[in-house]
């Protein structure tokens, strides 16, 4: 197994361009850093650096090494910083906001997993554009947003954005419909319900709304939109009733196997194609140098990632 002081002898010398300069680097006497260096070697099978008389430099298996290495040494900086942070920063107050979905699924898992950390959360929910203007403005710490592929969200310079979850877009039919069939939709066969009548958000510059709608005006088709609404399960309720066809995220349904019915009388279809999902975003404003969300967003980020993965 690797030692990570190896990891930063092999660093310090890549620095400094001799094991001199890494030991006065590291201020560690130059036989210790030829010691984890060899022990380096023996795991690798093969010298990790080379020495001439102008010093020394990594070889091609040791400059490898160190660009693995790298995400390593980082991780475990990025570790213990979090770690002693958590440990001063005592009891700590979160504006965090969220769009309706993602609340009733995964806030109150969320507003648990923190709280054990010292983190309270003071919670607002909206829809995504109001959401980033308030963390624009400062108002929120961090919010929880979505965006699908090609339709990227105004976010300032500021923020740290991190995709957090790919929620996958399901085609809602009603039972008795000839494509409710078990198993994913193609696009081609997603693009015959030209005809029919679909139920759109209530704005009308939804992201998901968007994607559906293009790809069909591309194919030189455009859409009855016969309702408008946010709410998911007015949405299913009229699928079951056949009154409309839409397009409805995962995670507002449930964990499902394709076809299964977890609305009586709505069949759900994955579309087998990887722009129809949308991405789930935490963006908090950045600090420092490399504009890194502060340690009690990164305690969020895995705590809404941990909900994600419990819905599964």
């Given at each position: ?94 504006r ?71 929620d ?10 000839p ?34 709608i ?47 019915q ?5 069949v ?45």
């Open positions: 197994m690797i030692d990570l002081r190896q990891l930063q002898a092999l660093r310090a010398v890549h620095a400094e361009g001799s094991v001199t300069g890494a030991a006065r680097r590291l201020a560690w006497s130059q036989p210790t850093v030829d010691y984890h260096l060899k022990n380096l070697d023996r795991l690798v099978g093969s010298p990790v650096i080379q020495r001439s008389a102008r010093g020394s430099s990594l070889t091609p298996v040791g400059v490898l090494l160190l660009d693995r290495g790298e995400e390593i040494l980082s991780l475990t900086d990025r570790a213990l910083r979090d770690a002693r942070d958590l440990t001063h920063m005592g009891r700590v107050r979160l965090f906001g969220t769009f309706p979905t993602a609340a009733a699924r995964l806030l109150p898992s969320i507003v648990s997993q923190v709280d054990e950390l010292g983190i309270e959360v003071d919670a607002v929910l909206a829809e995504v554009a109001p959401l980033i203007d308030q963390v624009h403005h400062g108002t929120l710490d961090a919010v929880l947003v979505y965006s699908v592929p090609g339709y990227d969200l105004p976010f300032r310079n500021h923020l740290a954005v991190t995709e957090v979850h790919r996958p877009l399901m085609l809602a039919l009603p039972a008795g419909h494509l409710a069939v078990p198993g994913p939709i193609d696009v081609p066969t997603l693009l015959s319900l030209h005809d029919e009548r679909w139920l759109f958000g209530a704005t009308g510059e939804d992201p998901m709304d968007t994607i559906v293009d790809a069909f005006r591309e194919a030189g088709h455009s859409l009855d939109v016969s309702i408008r609404s946010d709410d998911f399960q007015v949405l299913l309720g009229m699928v079951a009733a056949r009154m409309i066809v839409g397009m409805v995220p995962k995670l507002a349904v449930g964990s499902s196997h394709s076809g299964v977890l609305h009586p009388g709505v759900l279809r994955p579309v087998a194609h990887p722009d129809f999902a949308r991405s789930l975003l935490l963006a908090a404003p950045g600090e420092g140098a490399r504009r890194q969300p502060s340690t009690a967003v990164r305690q969020l980020a895995v705590a809404i990632r941990d909900s994600l993965a419990a819905l599964d």
